[in-house]
């Protein structure tokens, strides 16, 4: 059974970068038609996507974050990670790793089937 | 951004009851549509994907309909363990969008 599991600091300074980690077990993070995404859901409200990476390295970014994040994967720790700077208490929030399958046939399967357990941030001095 | 926007942003409903959940996607997105649940302290959990499609393991009374812009989660005779919040998620563009959520609970 695939598993993610989310590492880093659960609390940062405001103007700091955010380093956080996901650790993926039972599979190996280059596997076919998987992408791997960081998801986050501030206290009491609805989910953020943050951005994706594939295993070639390629990226995507929502827009509005774009200038601040940074998506990389590291395949030989099976692991992707998530860098976000100058935080500010806005970017608190539980940090979710999570994987999409995915096929390219139109057939509109493109979901997020594992995800991790999540991991809280504060943003805090 | 392509706009996600379910309702109702909540209900209340007694177990056996039929529940359908709505949502709306500000242009089309075919069938790229993606219903999750989520419980308290814990991740989501993907249920349908592709609009219509039972995520393994997950319950048949859980089903999904739709296409373009309009989809329907519905769930046939509530359980007690599926009171939730509940999302959509389409997967046609980036960046992937959520809609609010939908909080059901129990009458």
């Known amino acids: 059974q695939v598993q993610l599991q989310e590492s880093g600091p659960g609390l940062v300074k405001p103007s700091q970068t955010l380093s956080l980690a996901c650790t993926v077990s039972?599979?190996?993070?280059?596997?076919?038609?998987?992408?791997w995404s960081w998801i986050r859901q501030p206290a009491g409200k609805g989910l953020e996507w943050i951005g994706r990476?594939?295993?070639?390295?390629?990226?995507d970014y929502k827009p509005s974050l774009k200038s601040r994040v940074t998506i990389s994967v590291d395949t030989s720790k099976n692991q992707f990670s998530l860098k976000l700077s100058s935080v500010t208490a806005a970017d608190a929030a539980v940090y979710y790793c999570a994987r999409a399958s995915y096929s390219y046939d139109s057939s509109g399967f493109d979901a997020f089937d594992i995800w991790g357990q999540g991991t809280m941030v504060t943003v805090s001095s | 951004d392509i706009q996600m926007t379910q309702s109702p942003s909540s209900l209340s409903a007694s177990v056996g009851d039929r529940v359908t959940i709505t949502c709306r996607a500000s242009?089309?997105?075919?069938?790229?549509l993606n219903w999750y649940q989520q419980k308290p302290g814990k991740a989501p959990k993907l249920l349908i994907y592709a609009a219509s499609s039972l995520q393994s393991g997950v319950p048949s009374r859980f089903s999904g309909s739709g296409s373009g812009t309009d989809f329907t989660l519905t769930i046939i005779s509530l359980q007690p363990e599926d009171f939730a919040t509940y999302y959509c998620?389409?997967?046609?563009?980036?960046?992937?969008?959520f809609g609010q959520g939908t909080k059901v609970e129990i009458k």
């Open positions: 242009q089309s997105i075919d069938n790229y």
């Open positions: 039972s599979d190996s993070i280059s596997s076919d038609s998987y992408y």
């Open positions: 990476v594939y295993t070639s390295g390629s990226t």
């Open positions: 998620q389409q997967s046609s563009n980036t960046p992937k969008t």
